[in-house]
């Protein structure tokens, strides 16, 4: 069964279509007036069609130095439904899965360096 969802990107909301071991990436970001940020976003269907994963990595430079950070999120693909549109500021026409909170990690680079 394919999974049809919501996802808040470039400050709009934009449905995927995933059939059962489809994954999709998006690669944004670039430079700024402190250094600069870049994100990966991808979104998967197992291959059995039942369960949702969404990872998201990101690398960073600024003035305190480089870092970066990584989660793992999983939703069942009959999770998929309206939420409350006052607390995410969509339409209720809009169906997301209910994310659950799996791994996630963060490095300072420069205060590994110091052995903080």
């Known amino acids: 069964m394919n999974a ?3 996802v808040y ?3 709009s909301w934009v ?3 995933l059939r059962p071991g489809e994954s999709v990436e998006w690669h944004h970001g670039g430079p700024h007036e402190e250094g600069y940020e870049f994100t990966t976003d991808r979104w998967e269907l197992s291959g059995d069609g039942v369960t949702l994963y969404r990872s ?3 690398r960073w430079a600024d003035c305190d130095g480089p870092g970066s950070s990584w989660s793992e999120d999983f939703a069942a693909v009959s999770s998929i439904g309206p939420r409350d549109p006052s607390s995410y500021g969509y339409s209720p ?3 997301i899965p209910d994310w659950q909170a799996g791994d996630a990690g963060q490095r300072d680079h420069y205060a590994e360096a110091m052995n903080y």
């Open 15 to 17: 449905k995927l279509s």
């Open 93 to 95: 026409e809009v169906r």
């Open 9 to 11: 990107a470039l400050e």
């Open 4 to 6: 049809r969802f919501w």
């Open 56 to 58: 998201r990595s990101r």
